[in-house]
């Protein structure tokens, strides 16, 4: 199921300003990719131009090709809703919906699918809280709104809800940067589950956690500000964290960074 | 503190003009009530002058409720078409400036409204009437047989544009609060943009909808000149939407309060009171509505 991710050249606008420039890089299926960099440097809007999340916002334009499986979802004929559905998205603030309960939040993707029947709703959602590990917590009060959880339960029911329509692909923004350890480390051992399913991309600025979770890291960064984000160097983890090629690298990843 | 104080203060003043209202209202209609011949609470007709005054608000109190529900009906689907149109779909320069007017709009008093849907109304409100009757004139409320003008349906048709900007500059604001974090989670799990709205944003400010719902149906029941001028002024309870009929509370208190004596005010007074109970109702019901489903909702 899991999907290769292709870019080429992507590059993306606010407006006028260029966020990013000409970023390509090849993501493998079932592999977690970590991109990490200072601030500003464009990790977010790279990854919302993954599920064409970054064209949403008003005046916000891209360039560049987009591969997912050898399709280019920039393509003028594809669908974006069809893309979206394909790739899920996990945000860095808990997002359930407010005004929905726990299982409504985790079958909301379902049923946008048009998914009525019930028992198939109650088998995909368990699925999903417990891939999400966090059936146990919530198997009594699947009625209770969405939004009385804690914020690591409010995230990992984000992620039930990224996953329960099996997506292909999983792209996650700072998913524990408003997480306590604990919560950290019960995502971080999803991911690395949710990995034999599918192909993860996550932003974090936490350095152990890129080196704990992912496969591969991408580093990004800019000039000054008002400059474009560029991908510097994408490379194995291990080799990233031990043995960087590029110079800017190892000074951010060892805190000599600006 | 002192914002406290001053919270506290304001809301034990709300409820004590409310109370005020109520106890003066209540006080003046007492003599209607004792002298009435007839049942109040049944009977339809208002004759107060004489010495076996005979009236009832039965027929008011249904007209008042009638023409609110038929404006609501018509005004409510398209307030929120235009609030959403305004909110999700215009382009920003286009929203900006329709929002400004709206906001205009729904600060102008409704008897300006009244008065100009009345006179720009009624001919086409004929017409539409006659088409209605020859088209669907089996259903008892478009049988009439005319002479059609003065109606259920003309007076509802001008509440309902008086009432139209006020609810779609509410839902607007409404729809406007939605977070964009909710908005961009609907769209994330490849909804359209209908589909988000559906997921997101209408269920995020359906207190305020409902809210803002209310201030339009609070204006409809209490409004007064433009249903004096444009209902039949027709004391009696019939589902008939066409011919020359209805009256409501508002509306018989507008049209007999200046000639009325001492005893004939009391009656309305009386009358008035009930329509501060339905509006109370209302509300409350509303309320209601809004606190049951209060834990799931994200504001207010
Ligand atoms: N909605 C927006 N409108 C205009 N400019 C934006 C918008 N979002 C981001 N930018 C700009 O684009 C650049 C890249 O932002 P982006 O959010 O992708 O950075 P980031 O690497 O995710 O940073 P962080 O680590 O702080 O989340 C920044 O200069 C930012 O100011
Ligand atoms: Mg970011």
Redesign the pocket.
Known sequence: MAKRIEAHGVTSY??S?K??DSVSMTIEPKSVTALI??????????LRSINRMHEV?PN?RIEGQLLIDGQNIYDRDVDVTAVRRMIGMVF?RPNPFPTMSIFDNVVAGLRLNGVRKKSVLEEIAEKALRSANLWNEVKDRLGRPGAGLSGGQQQRLCIARAIAVEPQVVLM??PCSALDPISTLAIEDLITELKNQYTIVI?T?NMQQAARVSDRTGF?SIEK?GDP?RLIEYDDTAKIFTNPSVKKTEDYITGRFG | MLFRGTATFAGSMVLIIIAAIAVFLVVKAIPAFQDDTENFFTFKEWFTDGDTPRFGIAATAFGTVLTAALALLIAVPVALGIALCLSHYAHRRVATTLSFIIDLLAAVPSVVFGLWGRDYFYEPVTNLSKWLHDTVGWLPIFGSEGPYGKSVLLGSIVLAIMILPIVTSLSREVFLQTPRENQEAALALGSTKWEMIRTAVIPYGKAGIIASVMLGLGRALGETIALALTLGSVFAINWDFLGPGGITIASNIANRFGEADEFGRSALIASGLVLFAITLVVNMAARAIVYRRREFVGSA
């Open positions: 606010y407006g300003f966020a990013i960099g200072p601030s500003g440097c464009g990790k977010s809007t790279f916002l916000a860095q923004d700072e932003v600025h990004f500000t984000g």
